[in-house]
């Protein structure tokens, strides 16, 4: 019964979590990428194409089972997560750049995740016809994602005070919500759970790491600055996964609960990847840059 009440709220939780996210969004969040071309396009290649590609090699590679591979390409093809903007700001990433990022990902998502799940749950599960995201569940992952940060973003530029005296409840009630989601889905499968780390947590782990390096990397062989690219590489590899959870366990979404395991397990593993991927590229730094380096602006 708790399962299920937790299962029906996840809608509703996720639109509190993108709530959050528009309550520290504001229009120049989405002009400000138009002043650094280089390093949004770059960073924005990688997240919608590079990573499903990578991450559909990875799915093949270790050979996962149907349910588990299409919930692997469902993170890929989710947006990075607020908690990006905090890991970035405390490794000396270009934080502004990271809020220009996820503002325009979570728009995207709506165009974009329905096309990975669709051909992923396709070619993963072609004898099940009712997997995947028609277009009524397309308008749904709208509602669920664009209008929450919508309504936040009107809050903040109508009632600034209301909208700043919300904006830390909303984000401790957001990290409240992926602890209870990640755990709901833990329990749920407590049956099955050895299996599905042996399954899943090596290629979890694989994909993050390679989403970190990749996001850091590419943008580097680009010629963008160290501190651009230090956001993408945390943008990229740190992923919204309440929200993939959400769309695999949602009724009226995946509505498939092996779906959620990649996201549950990568919720969990990013947060330790991620601090040592800050730390290591934090080091670099200290050890290579230039003094001018340092102080550049020039994303592109």
Same mark, same amino acid.
């Given at each position: 019964?708790?399962?299920?009440?937790?299962?029906?709220?996840?809608?509703?939780? @996720?639109?509190?979590?993108?709530? =959050?996210?528009? @309550?520290?969004?504001?229009?120049?969040?989405?002009?400000?990428?138009?002043?650094? *071309?280089?390093?949004?396009?770059?960073? !924005?290649?990688?997240?919608?194409?590079?990573? *499903?590609?990578?991450?559909?090699?990875?799915?093949?590679?270790?050979? !996962? *089972?149907?349910?588990?591979?299409?919930?692997?390409?469902?993170? +890929?093809?989710?947006?990075?997560?607020?908690? +990006?903007?905090?890991?970035?700001?405390?490794?000396?990433?270009?934080?502004?750049?990271?809020?220009?990022?996820?503002?325009?990902?979570?728009?995207?998502?709506?165009?974009? !995740?329905?096309?990975?799940?669709?051909?992923?749950?396709? /070619?993963?599960?072609?004898?099940?016809?009712?997997?995947?995201?028609?277009?009524?569940?397309?308008?749904?992952?709208?509602?669920?994602?664009? #209008?929450?940060?919508?309504?936040?973003?009107? @809050?903040?530029?109508?009632?600034?005070?209301?909208?700043?005296?919300?904006?830390?409840?909303?984000?401790?009630?957001? #990290?409240?919500?992926?602890? %209870?989601?990640? =755990?709901?889905?833990?329990?749920?499968?407590?049956?099955?759970?050895?299996? /599905?780390?042996?399954?899943?947590?090596?290629? #979890?782990?694989?994909?993050?790491?390679?989403?970190?390096?990749?996001?850091?990397?590419?943008?580097?062989?680009?010629?963008?600055?160290?501190?651009?690219?230090? +956001?993408?590489?945390?943008?990229?590899?740190?992923?919204?996964?309440?929200?993939?959870?959400? #769309?695999? @366990?949602?009724?009226?979404?995946?509505?498939?609960?092996?779906?959620?395991?990649? =996201?549950?397990?990568?919720?969990?593993?990013?947060?330790?990847?991620? %601090?040592?991927?800050?730390?290591?590229?934090?080091?670099?730094?200290?050890?290579?840059?230039? *003094?001018?380096?340092?102080?550049?602006?020039? !994303?592109?």
């Amino acid at each position: 019964m708790g399962s299920g009440l937790i299962i029906a709220s996840l809608p509703f939780a @996720l639109g509190v979590v993108m709530l =959050g996210l528009g @309550l520290s969004l504001t229009v120049d969040d989405f002009r400000r990428v138009g002043r650094y *071309p280089r390093a949004a396009a770059v960073a !924005l290649l990688c997240q919608l194409v590079v990573l *499903p590609v990578i991450c559909f090699g990875l799915v093949l590679a270790f050979q !996962l *089972p149907p349910e588990l591979a299409v919930g692997m390409m469902l993170i +890929a093809a989710s947006p990075g997560g607020p908690t +990006a903007n905090l890991f970035s700001h405390l490794f000396g990433g270009n934080v502004a750049l990271n809020v220009s990022l996820t503002a325009i990902n979570s728009g995207l998502v709506v165009v974009t !995740l329905p096309v990975v799940a669709n051909l992923s749950a396709g /070619y993963f599960l072609p004898d099940s016809a009712t997997i995947g995201l028609q277009f009524d569940k397309v308008v749904q992952v709208f509602v669920i994602v664009v #209008v929450p940060v919508a309504v936040g973003m009107l @809050l903040r530029t109508w009632v600034p005070e209301v909208a700043r005296r919300l904006n830390r409840p909303v984000r401790a009630l957001s #990290v409240v919500v992926l602890v %209870v989601v990640i =755990g709901a889905v833990l329990y749920g499968e407590r049956a099955n759970l050895a299996g /599905y780390f042996v399954s899943v947590g090596l290629a #979890v782990l694989a994909f993050n790491i390679v989403s970190l390096l990749t996001g850091y990397a590419v943008p580097r062989l680009a010629g963008v600055d160290r501190r651009a690219a230090i +956001a993408a590489g945390f943008e990229i590899g740190i992923h919204n996964t309440a929200f993939t959870i959400t #769309v695999a @366990l949602s009724p009226a979404l995946m509505n498939n609960a092996e779906m959620a395991i990649p =996201g549950a397990v990568y919720g969990i593993v990013m947060f330790f990847t991620a %601090v040592v991927f800050g730390w290591l590229v934090t080091r670099r730094r200290a050890r290579e840059s230039a *003094p001018g380096e340092q102080t550049s602006v020039a !994303l592109g």
